[in-house]
């Protein structure tokens, strides 16, 4: 038992996650949120700023077309959030999702059945 005014080393100190860090669980959020990437689609990337434990999160990400965007950024913005409150503990005030890029699926198969 720690004497009076004492404070027990386990709870001495502090933790502190670099944006990096929370940009690399955003991003794997995201890909998680969108079920399945666009063919020849870039994976989703995120920018962070942290303050204290808060984090404000922008993800840039490439959808499938036709779809439903507005549901897809949803989906994104509902998992980046969670994500980042269970596994680094901050709260997630603001997810700003940039669409980068379309991908049509019409495209998608043309490209295929094309000759060179």
């Known amino acids: 038992m720690a004497a009076a005014g004492r404070i027990e080393p386990a709870e001495r100190g502090a ?4 944006d990096r860090v929370v940009a690399k669980i955003a ?6 949120a969108l079920a399945e ?3 020849g689609g870039a994976p989703p990337r995120a ?14 990400v490439e959808l499938g077309y036709p779809g439903d965007l507005g549901g897809q950024c949803r989906a994104v913005r509902r998992q980046v959030a969670e994500r ?3 596994l680094a503990g901050m709260e997630v005030p603001e997810v700003a999702v940039q669409i980068e890029r379309l991908h ?8 295929r ?3 060179r």
């Open 84 to 86: 980042v409150r269970a």
């Open 15 to 18: 933790t502190k996650i670099a």
């Open 104 to 111: 049509a699926a019409d495209a998608r198969t043309a490209e």
């Open 27 to 32: 991003a794997q959020a995201a890909r998680e």
């Open 37 to 39: 990437a666009p063919a």
């Open 47 to 60: 920018d962070v700023a942290v303050h204290q434990d808060s984090a404000r999160v922008r993800v840039s």
């Open 113 to 115: 059945g094309r000759i």
